[in-house]
């Protein structure tokens, strides 16, 4: 295939990409322009999560988003959520953040699912702001009630449940018991149709059970803490503490004291194991259980855990928690006859805040019999009095609480019917867009496939011409082996001969060898150390007297496993005979060396002849020996990704004078021969 053919499948499978993506965008519906980028969507979780964990990198991630958003949209994505870290925080410049100026912006624009997901997301923050920072449960409705509704139309509706959780709570916040269970219900509601995960459900079980609690419906409290337990190991850990003390209440309200003792205990165990002994939540499961000791008939107990939540709460000046200790310590001196306690506590005690009406209940009962024992029947009648009303306003809030789950079923039936509706049409706009799909990925394919068919085939017959032209240089290459190692020998032999039978046999045996080897490009390293010892025979008489040949290797069987390059070993031997020991009087000495490693396997060849140097070379000498190594080692090189090494150096004598020449061979084991290509 050539450049021009393959350029053209290339563009052809560029277009039907482009054809393909914006027919899948026109069957999607995507609304173009108003989208985040993919890195802003992944960074804005990464901060969600992270203050979701009170997390202290937030004001660093929140700055640098701010200074490298795109546009103005993207800034308020930021900006909004500093304000709810702000809220989440109580920083103390939360009053001055801009929800005024961030409103009007959005609400400026042309409404789409992000802008309403934005303006849903800072409505919530600002409904948290009222309720915790300044305590005005109307505007924090008001604000929730207005994000619930933006968020419906939103591109981050999975976000509803929270809205309907923080209205809920604030429901509680204003005593409206009835409306709170109704927006939790709501959340679940929510939670369950969005598929949202299980641990959401555990958190918004826990406060429905609480708002159970306060209405008095026990049985539907007790149903909704059980779902929340069998959950518990998906709420984080703050969240788990908060349930153990809501539900260990559960217990003490329904005067099962011994099982609120031991859900308490088992607060104070999760406390300890995660270090948690001096914690704002280790006091308030103290003072819970010196209440229920308190009811058990466990006193001195409950007056101890009872001195150390007092004195932790005063330092911190928690007016709830100090009405709490006190009405404690009210039932203390009651259970010991001490009315002088009991009256030093209420004269000395100062409240400023709204206390639950759970609590106002324990403190009212302690009270009725405080004033039976002194006498004072007139407040004793008042105390019952008000707990009658209680109670009547509670059956009245549960009556109301009754009517409303009623309407918001109907309500939630009706929902869930448009839902199904919208499910059906969006099933239609999917499986348009799934056929497209289908029909583009399997053209997509067929043209890539094709392309790299053909660009396997023109490889393959590149590869095919190019092995069988290296194979025709090799071949010439080493068809100059074997005369030129005849002609040398005989030439030789010619110029010594004295007729001596044995060394005639001697080069018949080494001619006869060299036959056999040149047909064959690589053979054993034991065939080749063979050949070298025949050819030995023959030259010994050449060389002259005092030279000895040496070979260091290892067993045959070795030997054997490792392929080398035919005649390579000879012709080192060769050159050093001819190159290297002619010039040498006295002693004259080759050692051929072969150490096998795990990946190579290393052959020396050492002379202690002249040396080499290339300018007092014979000239008459043609250097074939030595092209054919290098040739045939670049010729292999150029096919395997482990290289053949060859490297020639001078020895020296400790007077710095040259004492002979060494050549060293490294040949990696494993080599793929370029001989056993097919190239048909």
Not at 37 to 42: G, M, P
Not at 285 to 291: I, L, S
Not at 353 to 371: A, K, Q, W
Not at 408 to 435: C, F, G, N, V
Request: a positive charge.
């Amino acid at each position: 295939m050539n450049n021009a053919c393959v350029k053209y499948v290339l563009s052809a499978v560029a277009v039907l990409s482009s054809w393909w993506c914006a027919m899948m965008m026109t069957a999607c519906g995507r609304a173009p322009g108003d989208g985040r980028s993919a890195a802003l969507a992944a960074a804005l979780a990464a901060v969600d999560d992270s203050v979701a964990v009170n997390s202290p990198y937030v004001p660093g991630m929140i700055r640098k988003g701010l200074a490298g958003a795109a546009d103005s949209l993207d800034y308020y994505d930021w900006y909004i959520r500093y304000m709810r870290y702000c809220v989440q925080m109580e920083v103390p410049d939360s009053a001055d953040l801009r929800w005024s100026q961030t409103y009007g912006y959005l609400a400026g624009r042309e409404p789409s699912p992000r802008v309403n997901g934005m303006l849903g997301f800072m409505l919530n923050a600002q409904g948290s702001f009222y309720q915790k920072l300044h305590y005005e449960p109307a505007k924090a409705i008001a604000s929730y009630r207005a994000a619930y509704e933006r968020l419906s139309v939103s591109d981050v509706k999975h976000r509803l449940p929270d809205v309907c959780a923080n209205l809920g709570d604030a429901y509680v916040f204003a005593n409206d018991m009835p409306h709170a269970a109704m927006w939790y219900r709501r959340a679940l509601f929510l939670a369950d149709s969005l598929g949202l995960p299980e641990k959401d459900n555990a958190t918004l079980y826990m406060g429905l059970g609480r708002i159970y609690l306060n209405l008095g419906d026990f049985d539907l409290a007790l149903e909704c803490y059980k779902t929340a337990d069998a959950n518990l190991a998906l709420m984080p850990l703050n969240m788990q503490l908060y349930f153990l003390n809501n539900y260990g209440n559960y217990y003490y309200y329904t005067e099962d004291y011994g099982q609120a003792l031991a859900v308490f205990k088992r607060m104070r165990r999760m406390l300890a194991a995660n270090g948690m002994q001096d914690s704002y939540e280790a006091y308030l499961c103290k003072v819970n259980m010196a209440d229920v000791l308190l009811n058990l008939g466990r006193t001195a107990e409950a007056a101890r855990l009872l001195d150390d939540a007092y004195a932790y709460f005063r330092k911190i000046g928690d007016a709830t928690a100090l009405y709490y200790c006190h009405t404690i310590g009210i039932g203390l001196a009651l259970k010991a006859g001490d009315t002088g306690t009991v009256k030093r506590i209420l004269d000395s005690e100062r409240l400023n805040t709204t206390i639950d009406f759970n609590m106002v209940n324990i403190r009212n009962r302690y009270l009725r019999e405080y004033f039976v024992r002194k006498g004072d029947y007139r407040n004793a009648y008042r105390m019952l009095d008000e707990g009658v009303r209680r109670n009547d306003s509670l059956k009245h809030n549960i009556a109301n609480m009754r009517a409303s789950e009623i309407m918001m079923r109907y309500a939630q039936d009706t929902l869930k019917l448009h839902h199904q509706m919208e499910i059906q049409e969006k099933d239609a706009d999917i499986r348009t867009a799934h056929m497209w799909l289908y029909v583009g990925v399997l053209l997509i394919v067929v043209l890539a496939l094709l392309l790299l068919f053909g660009y396997t085939y023109a490889r393959k017959r590149r590869l095919q011409m190019h092995m069988q032209l290296m194979q025709t240089q090799l071949a010439n290459v080493r068809s100059r082996i074997s005369p030129h190692f005849i002609f040398n020998v005989l030439n030789n032999r010619m110029a010594s001969s004295s007729g001596d039978t044995d060394e005639l046999m001697a080069l018949v045996r080494l001619i006869r060898a060299n036959l056999n080897m040149s047909g064959k490009y690589y053979v054993s390293l034991k065939e080749e150390l063979d050949f070298v010892g025949y050819y030995i025979s023959v030259e010994r008489k050449i060389i002259g007297e005092g030279f000895v040949y040496e070979v260091d290797a290892p067993a045959d069987d070795v030997l054997e496993a490792v392929m080398v390059p035919s005649m390579f070993i000879q012709i080192l031997v060769e050159n050093s005979i001819k190159h290297g020991l002619k010039r040498r009087e006295g002693t004259k000495r080759i050692r051929v060396a072969v150490a096998k490693g795990d990946a190579d396997c290393t052959i020396t060849v050492t002379d202690n002849g002249t040396g080499f140097d290339i300018r007092r070379s014979d000239p008459s000498s043609t250097k074939t020996g030595m092209k054919v190594i290098r040739n045939t080692i670049n010729i292999i090189n150029h096919e395997n990704k482990r290289k053949i090494r060859l490297g020639v150096r001078n020895l020296e004598a400790a007077d710095g004078s040259i004492a002979g020449c060494e050549v060293k061979l490294v040949m990696p084991l494993g080599l793929k021969s370029v001989y056993n290509v097919n190239t048909r």
